[in-house]
Each structure stands twice: as structure tokens, then as C-alpha cells.
């Protein structure tokens, strides 16, 4: 059974740094694309950056430049480091994982981190 446990969230001044953590539990497929998604009030779930096993990386226009997905597979965790925090970064931030980076591929997901830019 693979859990997804993200940590880190929190609230922030705009123009802020945060650093979230996601820690993986079982086993899960060494395949699978593992990413950050948000969610804010009143919007659909978006991806934010996806790490693809074959190691291609996706940032999703907004973030370029501000945010940087990474993972330590000795601690099996999966960061997003967050820098330059604007209001519209503000939501719950969800590591999830799938056979493929596609959101609706999507079918592992953490409980969420709630980031507050303020």
C-alpha cells in the first residue's frame, strides 16, 4: 500500500520561500511520475511540476524560474522548493504520483498541504 505524505505548507508574506516535502511510503512503482499539483478556492486541481522517471522535468508557465522540483530517492522524498511567492500561489498543494505525468493519469495522491500567500 503506497502512501503519499506531503509536509511543509504553511502560510507566508508574498515574496516568500517555502519548501515542501513529500514523503513516499511502499512501494511504488519506479515508473510512475511523481509531481506537485495545486488546488485553489473555486478552481480545478493543476499541475505545478512533474518529474518524469525518465527525468524530464515540467513546470507549468506560472512557476518557471520560481519553483524547482527535486528528489532525494535515498530518503524517498520528493521537494518542491517554492522562492518569489506571489498571492495567486496560494492553495492546497498535493504530491501525487501515476504511470504517467498526465493529471488524469494521476492515481496516487497525498492528503494536501494547505500554502498560504498573504
Known amino acids: 500500500h503506497v502512501q503519499l505524505v506531503e509536509s511543509g505548507g504553511g502560510l507566508v508574506q508574498p515574496g516568500g520561500s517555502l519548501r515542501l516535502s513529500c514523503r513516499v511510503s511502499?512501494?511504488?512503482?519506479?515508473?510512475?511520475?511523481m509531481g506537485w499539483f495545486r488546488q485553489a478556492p473555486g478552481k480545478e486541481r493543476e499541475s505545478v511540476a512533474r518529474?518524469?522517471?525518465?527525468?524530464?522535468?515540467f513546470y507549468v508557465a506560472s512557476v518557471k524560474g520560481r519553483f524547482t522540483i527535486s528528489q532525494d530517492t535515498s530518503k524517498n522524498t520528493l521537494y518542491l522548493e517554492m522562492h518569489s511567492l506571489n498571492v495567486s500561489d496560494t492553495g492546497v498543494y498535493y504530491c501525487?504520483?501515476?504511470?504517467?505525468?498526465?493529471?488524469?493519469?494521476?492515481?496516487?495522491w497525498g492528503q494536501g498541504t494547505q500554502v498560504t500567500v498573504s
Open positions: 518529474l518524469a522517471r525518465g527525468g524530464t522535468i
Open positions: 501525487g504520483a501515476g504511470p504517467y505525468c498526465s493529471l488524469s493519469y494521476i492515481n496516487v
Open positions: 511502499g512501494a511504488l512503482d519506479p515508473n510512475y511520475c
